[in-house]
């Protein structure tokens, strides 16, 4: 069997990586660099609190190969399990995270209800305002730099063609003519990320998707006190953030995502200060503490707030990947290995049905 794999981000190489380690060939097609499009955008974070329910066998497939990952790749991709730290301001926050942890328990997530006291001992200066959070601890981040590149390298390492920077001419049954040469598979894989539907709509698959722009920040090198990721539990969408090795505080959340027209997302310097306001709600030590850089990435939102994962509806061989809303990162490793069992076998042991494309 010959597979091409269309996307270079997380999604796409984890797919070729996977595919490889079953023996079966696969070109790997981007129009960009590995890894230069949401992946790289991503905040990095690997939770499992607060997803939707019945992705939960997929988040924990994920979590057991992040944990693995280092081995599997050769390479520090920088996944540290310092936990999930989220936070509770308002009773309506607390209301909503006992809800998920009774309904997740017996998905297999446990979550640790943490008082305000409790807080301040374990965690001094974050969310001093808290009245309660919940502690995840297997889960942590990762570093979105690396990731597509160590899953790209270590599936060229096994044989797979990387043709990366390559403009799609055309897509014709499962030939793909590009810049950088035609190529001809038996199956294919769409992992396109916001491109993702204008693919499945080629084969007679239509998606509702908006290509967003979520904004990213990160602050001045800093002592390392922060360990675990750190959210919030809110109706609304608060703020996240999480500190580097280096000392840097990365930070997201807490403004709208802006719409990308051009197929590249641009910042709103103008929405920083409102962002910056709720971060300092988590950490108020880093009020006076200087931003250095900001970005955004083009992210697919489906409309109903779940990714398309698993075979076509109309084309045998095609399979879908894409449309992950967000919050993919954690999922990544185990969105390769599951799709990877799933071309190779017909058949997934991970449910997928809750993401079929056929839902619209």
Not at 100 to 113: K, N, S, T, Y
Not at 170 to 181: A, E, K, L, M, N
Not at 234 to 262: I, K, M, W
Request: some cysteine; proline content about 7%; aromatic content about 8%.
């Amino acid at each position: 069997m010959r597979v091409i794999v269309l996307g270079g981000g997380l999604m796409g190489t984890a797919t070729a990586f996977f595919l490889a380690r079953r023996g079966i060939a696969v070109t790997l097609i981007d129009k960009g660099r590995i890894g230069a499009g949401a992946t790289v955008a991503s905040f990095g974070n690997i939770r499992r609190s607060g997803r939707y329910l019945p992705q939960m066998p997929l988040a924990h497939r994920s979590l057991a190969l992040w944990n693995d990952l280092e081995r599997l790749l050769g390479r520090d991709v920088e996944f540290r399990a310092t936990g999930h730290l989220r936070l509770i301001f308002e009773p309506e926050g607390l209301d909503l995270m006992r809800r998920f942890a009774a309904d997740a328990r017996p998905w297999g997530l446990e979550l640790e209800e943490l008082t305000p006291h409790e807080i301040h001992r374990r965690f001094p200066g974050l969310g001093p305002d808290a009245i309660g959070a919940s502690f995840s601890p297997q889960d942590g981040s990762a570093n979105p730099r690396l990731i597509a590149p160590a899953f790209a390298d270590a599936a060229a390492a096994l044989g797979t063609v990387i043709v990366d920077q390559a403009e799609i001419y055309s897509i014709d049954d499962f030939t793909v003519r590009t810049s950088r040469g035609t190529f001809t598979a038996d199956a294919m894989v769409n992992c396109a990320g916001a491109e993702g539907a204008a693919i499945a709509a080629r084969f007679g698959e239509p998606v509702p998707i908006a290509v967003l722009g979520p904004q990213m920040g990160v602050t001045e090198p800093l002592p390392h006190r922060i360990l675990p990721v750190v959210g919030v539990w809110s109706a609304a969408h608060g703020a996240y953030l999480r500190q580097v090795e280096r000392g840097n505080v990365v930070f997201g959340g807490a403004s709208e995502r802006t719409p990308v027209a051009d197929g590249r997302a641009h910042i709103d310097p103008a929405r920083l200060p409102a962002q910056l306001r709720e971060v300092v709600c988590l950490v108020p030590a880093l009020r006076d503490v200087a931003v250095i850089r900001q970005w955004s990435g083009a992210e697919g939102y489906i409309a109903d707030g779940l990714p398309v994962m698993g075979a076509s509806g109309t084309t045998p061989g095609l399979f879908h990947a894409f449309g992950f809303c967000g919050h993919g990162f954690q999922l990544g490793p185990g969105v390769g290995d599951a799709m990877a069992e799933l071309v190779a076998t017909g058949r997934c042991s991970t449910p997928l049905e809750p993401f079929s494309i056929a839902r619209f």
